[in-house]
């Protein structure tokens, strides 16, 4: 029998989708299943961008330029001026299938196999993967939950640089925290990338859920236009992640070059989507307006009610629409699964992501799960509910 590749035997299962068989076994049953463990808005798609889709008037789908349509990428100049992301042209903008495809050509185009690259856990999983497909070794810095997961000191960051580091990769906010990283902090980062010559590669998808007071900084108003880039992506300030439109952001010519060679590799991003994402991103302030409000509220309630509930800990997230909370067990993963395969209160379950898989360090997160409060207030209140139900149970069965 053939034997599978070493890269696919490393590749890492996702923490957010690996219980899925378990959840569609349960609905097969007949069971009402939550879902806190995916970042799937509920909040419907902005009309101006559905409208835009059931009238498209081509005869032809055809392909479009590898970079996106100009179009958009001209209203994106505009877009990011609005926070304050400025001198930025529609040549240094390049449309991907997705905020993930923009980061994994970003890292096949800035590092070799072999390279390392620095990141803080937890983190979003999927960087992992990533990594892995392009030959990364990845580097870690732990943030912890009793800090509210801010960001390490630089002192950590140096101390697993070594030769072979290329980059530091951000998210910010921060999937799974909901972390923000400050002003201060991102001066320090800028810092380090210029002492080490690194890139420093920012996630920003969850720049419109910023719930402090402070002003948003992006990693392109740092000035250091040679190692910065952006990964961006309109999947959740729109409600429109099936459309798979994302953005890579960079002045670095040689680093926009390098990555185009990709791109017309692959040929062109999705022509539908881009179509979609050019309707969403003028006139719709107000749709933006709601959408932050409705998920400040959301984390406002959401926390509390987690905080309520004997045993759970989860610090105040001050941006996008996650936390990862503690909860008094041993091994969530062992009670996320079981929560899907024996637990049912009134013909109801919850389905959470174990935290665990947002580690690089195997010893961290048992205890913890990440939660996505992108449900409206009565089905987060009845989560809440299988919740604590959930963990008497669980804490009271017999083994």
Known sequence: MPKIS???????????RKLAPLANEAK?????????????????????????LKNIDRKTLEYSPSEGFIGLRQKLVGYYSKFGINDIAPENIIVTAGGSEGILLTFLACMNPGDEMIMV??????YISFAVTAGIVVKTVTSYIEDGFKLPPMEAF????????RAILLCNPGNPTGAVYSPEDLQKIKELVLKYDLYLISDEVYREFV???????????????????????????YSECGIRIGMIVTKNRLVYDTVMKYC??????????????EASIEGTEEYSRESYNEYKSRRDFFIKGLNSIPGVYSPMPHGAFYTVASLPVADAEDFCRWCLTDFRMDGETVMMAPAAGFYRNPDLGRNQVRL????????????????????????????
């Open 28 to 52: 097969r049953q007949g069971v009402k299943v939550y879902h806190l463990n995916i970042g799937q808005p509920d909040l419907p798609t902005p009309q101006k961008a559905l409208d835009a």
């Open 6 to 16: 070493r890269r696919g035997l490393e590749m890492p299962s996702s923490p957010i």
């Open 121 to 126: 856990e937890p983190g979003y999983a999927n």
């Open 158 to 165: 140096e101390e697993v640089i070594t030769p072979k580091t």
């Open 372 to 399: 996505a409060y992108v449900l409206c207030k009565e089905d987060l209140q009845r989560s809440l509910m299988l919740i604590r139900g959930a963990l008497k149970a669980y804490n009271h069965r017999e083994v």
């Open 211 to 237: 719930y402090t007071d402070e002003p948003y900084v992006s990693v392109m108003s740092l000035g250091i236009p040679e190692n910065a880039i952006l990964i961006d992506s309109v999947s959740k300030r």
């Open 264 to 277: 017309q590799a692959r040929l062109s991003p999705p022509l539908l989507g881009q179509i979609v994402a």
